[in-house]
T-cell receptor, first 110, second 113 residues
Framework: DAGVIQSPRHEVTEMGQEVTLRCKPI?????LFWYRQTMMRGLELLIY????????DSGMPEDRFSAKMPNASFSTLKIQPSEPRDSAVYFC????????FGQGTRLTVV | AQSVTQLGSHVSVSEGALVLLRCNYS??????LFWYVQYPNQGLQLLLK??????LVKGINGFEAEFKKSETSFHLTKPSAHMSDAAEYFC???????????FGKGTRLHILP
């Protein structure tokens, strides 16, 4: 966990609202990943960046989801508009050889 | 492309008994293999990894795993289970450094007193 700080840890929002999840890597890396974890689908890779460039976003479920990485120390995952089925824990991870995960953001859309 | 299959979504063992969590992988290139553990309300933590070299890999908390190319397996073992081992365990594979890591669906380990 020491390599990645995610905020907020918990987010409750109403359907239709915009949600922004934040990730701050605090150690050197080349790649950054966003994952979503649910009971039904397990851990899903949404998107990953290499040297701040999106490499593979095939896991992003819909156009409502977007991710940015403006610099090596910051990334965001945005959902607009949010829906109840987006409720999940979202993890950011950095990778050199293995992945180092943040604590996650638990999102609840009501 | 890589994929990983974990056999058994739930495994129960008695305290003090052998822990065996099964993982099979598929990879078109020499794989990097990982085991992660997740405790409630926390992120995933690396237990151990195989990249190259010795096929028996030792990790934290007394866990180890053996890379068997002929069987495309990377099973996780621990000789004696402890109550604190109760958690969810994920096997993962990648095609090498900087390649995306693909995770299995996880195995929840229950320790019986």
């Amino acid at each position: 966990d020491a390599g990645v700080i995610q905020s907020p840890r918990h987010e409750v929002t109403e359907m239709g609202q915009e949600v922004t999840l934040r990730c701050k890597p605090i150690s050197g890396h080349n790649s950054l990943f966003w994952y979503r974890q649910t009971m039904m689908r397990g851990l899903e890779l949404l998107i990953y960046f290499n040297n701040n460039v999106p490499i593979d976003d095939s896991g992003m479920p819909e156009d409502r989801f977007s991710a940015k990485m403006p610099n090596a120390s910051f990334s965001t995952l945005k959902i607009q508009p949010s829906e109840p089925r987006d409720s999940a824990v979202y993890f950011c991870a950095i990778q050199v050889t293995e992945a180092f995960f943040g604590q996650g953001t638990r999102l609840t859309v009501v | 492309a890589q994929s990983v299959t974990q056999l058994g979504s739930h495994v129960s063992v008695s305290e003090g008994a052998l822990v065996l969590l099964r993982c099979n992988y598929s990879s078109s290139v020499p794989p990097y293999l990982f085991w992660y553990v997740q405790y409630p309300n926390q992120g995933l933590q690396l237990l151990l990894k195989y990249t190259t070299g010795a096929t028996l890999v030792k990790g934290i908390n007394g866990f180890e795993a053996e890379f068997k190319k002929s069987e495309t397996s990377f099973h996780l073992t621990k000789p004696s289970a402890h109550m604190s081992d109760a958690a969810e365990y994920f096997c993962a594979v990648s095609g090498g450094r900087d390649d995306k890591i693909i995770f299995g669906k996880g195995t929840r380990l229950h320790i019986l007193p």
